[in-house]
């Protein structure tokens, strides 16, 4: 009897290991196929990136363009905007550059236009009175009106030396002559032709010994340009915001902002 039970107790501990076994089993199955249908989305998922990066490649194919061209192109591109932003800037530089020295000759021409114009009206002013000009010691039979317009030509055909002699001439024999200063600022005038700018400021500078001068303001946007040809641009624009500050009616006011502004 008592082998019997054991014999039961034995089988019952047995069915239940299989049991066991089996339950074990089916779950670990379950938990497979589980993780088989969680990883089919991600497997979709890559397909379908890789779909996208092939239908990419296609469209670039058809343009003529790899997909290894397209990182290089955009650094050759800033390049190529750097490149051209430096030849924009010197492009730029240079035509400042013309314009500021088309500027001067345009101041000179005014120059020579404003003392040609002032031979005239003085002639015409001595027809109508038909007053005639006194004749000046040392050079017998010749005015001092004669005598500057003879020097002016010469400064007009650049001939700035012989000029520079003549005017010299003028202020030794003019004693009080109403264009003693005219003589002093066209001289400062030629020494600017000549290119010897430390010269010019010299002479400008006397034009300020005539008080009633018709030429301060000339003389003061001078000496501003003198300064910037000698690359001395603070002092060149001291001189032109004087210009601005004492002389605000002057015809030269626009200048003398333009030239500040370029410096």
Known sequence: MKNLNRIKYFFFLFLISIMSSFILSCATSQTGQYAEDESFPAGTAETDDQSASLEDDDVLRLLGISGEETQPAAATTEVVTTSNN?????????????????DQELSNLKNR???????????????????????????????????????????????????IAAFDQLLVTGDQNSLLDNCQYWK???????????????????????????????????????YMKLGNH?????????????YPASEYVGRARAYINQL
Request: charged share 30%; proline share 1%.
């Open 188 to 226: 400062g005038e030629c020494f600017y032709g000549l290119g010897n700018f430390e010269q010019a400021i010299f002479e400008f500078q006397k034009v300020f010994t005539f008080s009633s001068s018709n030429k301060l303001s000339d003389a003061q946007l001078k000496l501003g340009l003198c």
């Open 234 to 246: 603070d002092r060149a624009k001291g001189e032109f915001e004087k210009l601005i500050a004492e």
């Open 86 to 102: 430096d030849a924009l800037s010197s492009e730029i530089r240079r035509l400042e550059s013309e314009v500021s020295e088309k």
């Open 113 to 163: 236009l404003a003392a040609q114009n002032s031979l005239i009206q003085d002639r015409e002013r001595d027809l109508s009175t038909g007053r005639v000009t006194p004749q000046e010691g040392g050079y017998a039979g010749t005015s001092f009106r004669s005598r500057y317009d003879a020097a002016l030509r010469l400064y007009y055909n650049r001939k700035y030396r012989e000029s």
